[in-house]
Structure formats: C-alpha cells, structure tokens
C-alpha cells in the first residue's frame, strides 16, 4: 500500500475516532443535563409537598384573587379565622366542610371537592340581642363567586355558628362538627421510639401522647391521626423538649407539643 493511501487511511481513522470521542462527550453531556433537570424537579416536587395548603393555594391563584387577598383587612381576616377554626358537618353528619385561609374543601361519601378563595366582600349584621350573621362573597379559582352566611344565635358560645350556601356542593348548610374524640398519636417504631424514651422518657412521652391526642379531639375533631414529626428540640435552660405533630385533618392542622421537666406539664398549640 502507498504512503499516501496510509495517510489518507489514517487520517479517516483521526477523523472517526474524533467523531466517536464527540458523540461520547455530547451523550455524557446529555446524561449530566438530564440529571440536573431530575434532580430540580424532584427538588421542586418536594418543596411542593412541604408546602401548606395555602401556601399551595396561593401559588395556583388567579391574579385577580392575589388582588382581593392583597387588600385583605380587619374584616376579611376576621371572617378566613371564624371559617378554617372549626370543622363543619351536615346535621346528618354525612358531609363535612373544612376551610382554610385560602380553600374549602367539602366531603361527601368518600368523593371531594376543593376550591380555592378569595374574599370581595363582607358584610356584617347583628342579630336579635346577641347573635350576628356574616354575608361573604368569594371568588373562586374559576371566575365565578359564590356567597357565603356565618350565622350565630350568639357570639360567645362557638357551637351555636352556621355556615350556609346554596352554591355549596353537598349540603346548603353545615355546623360544628360533632366532637369525634378518636385521634391517635401514630407510635414511633425502632430507633425513632429508642430516640423519644431517651429525649423524654418513658412516662413523659406518654403524657405528651396522651395531650396531643386530646388537643386534636377538641380542636381537630374530624382528624384520626396524629404524625410525629421526627424532630425534637431541647431547651436545657428553660427545662424544655419540644416536638411536631401532623393532624390528618383536610387543614393538616400542625401542633407542638412541649414537656417541662420542671413542672411535669405538657402544652399543646398550633404551629405558626
């Protein structure tokens, strides 16, 4: 074979193997963007599920519900606690309503309907000595707007509220929920139960079961289950353990339980 068709073979074979080696690098380059794009939307998916409900909500708002939200004063906020404070339920019991600051969410026979919300207006009545009523026109996700009517015979006496409207999908009207005095604090198993009984003892973890459990039941009392939240925080000074606990009510109401050392107490209250 002549040195010129040897270069020339050569040089085919230079060419090829670079081609090769750039088909590699642009494959490995591929692989190393498509890990990057997996990992962010993983990342993104997990943010989203440690998101609240509103925090979820507010992120799936129409513009013109983040406008009403905005301009949120005394009187809208005043009517978001009075709905998401309580559970609501049919007189039958069979269907239950639960709000929070930005959704309500009615149950009926296992099927479920969400809405998100936003307040446009509010208007306040008294009514015979001691009772009120409340007329609230939301505006859903969708454009359309429904009205709502909180009504009390009185004020101070919390169960005596209602909530009614025709719009609603289930039932037009809906009262406290009856108290179920059923939720259970979910057990550590294995080493998170070895972790309680050294950060709490024995005795003192059972005190704060038994407080969560009861908290949930006057509070929550559609949820059945309390979460542990797997973390714990101690405050040597002030003679303090601290955990979380997630209710499985439709809120995912979360609460912090802490001991005292010094007294034997426990207190229960909402996560902020």
């Not at 074979?1 to 040897?6: C, H, L, S």
């Not at 959704?103 to 099927?111: M, P």
């Not at 005095?181 to 003892?201: I, N, R, T, V």
Request: aromatic share 6%; net charge negative; with cysteine.
């Amino acid at each position: 074979m002549g040195t010129g068709k040897k270069t020339i073979i050569a040089l085919l074979a230079a060419v090829v193997a670079v081609a090769v080696a750039a088909v590699a690098v642009r494959s490995a380059l591929d692989a190393h963007e498509q890990q990057q794009q997996n990992a962010a939307a993983t990342a993104s998916q997990q943010a989203r599920e440690e998101e609240t409900p509103d925090e979820r909500a507010e992120d799936d708002m129409s513009d013109a519900q983040r406008a009403l939200v905005a301009k949120y004063g005394a009187s809208e906020e005043a009517v978001t606690g009075q709905l998401s404070s309580t559970d609501w339920a049919s007189s039958d019991g069979k269907d239950t309503l639960s709000f929070t600051g930005r959704t309500f969410t009615e149950t009926s026979g296992g099927e479920k309907k969400q809405h998100i919300y936003a307040l446009s207006k509010v208007d306040k009545a008294s009514v015979g000595n001691a009772g009120s009523s409340i007329t609230a026109v939301m505006l859903l996700e969708d454009g359309s707007t429904i009205v709502v009517t909180l009504a009390s015979a009185s004020s101070q006496d919390p169960s005596s509220w209602t909530v009614h409207s025709s719009d609603f999908a289930y039932s037009e009207g809906y009262k406290p929920a009856k108290k179920t005095g059923s939720c259970k604090a979910a057990m550590p198993e294995g080493a998170d139960a070895e972790a309680c009984k050294a950060l709490f003892g024995e005795e003192a973890w059972a005190k704060t079961v038994a407080a969560v459990e009861a908290w949930a039941q006057s509070n929550c009392p559609t949820a059945a289950k309390a979460a542990w939240g797997r973390q714990a925080t101690v405050d040597w000074g002030a003679g303090e353990v601290s955990t979380s606990f997630t209710l499985d009510d439709v809120k995912q109401t979360s609460i912090v339980a802490t001991y005292s050392t010094k007294t034997g107490n426990v207190n229960v209250k909402k996560s902020k």
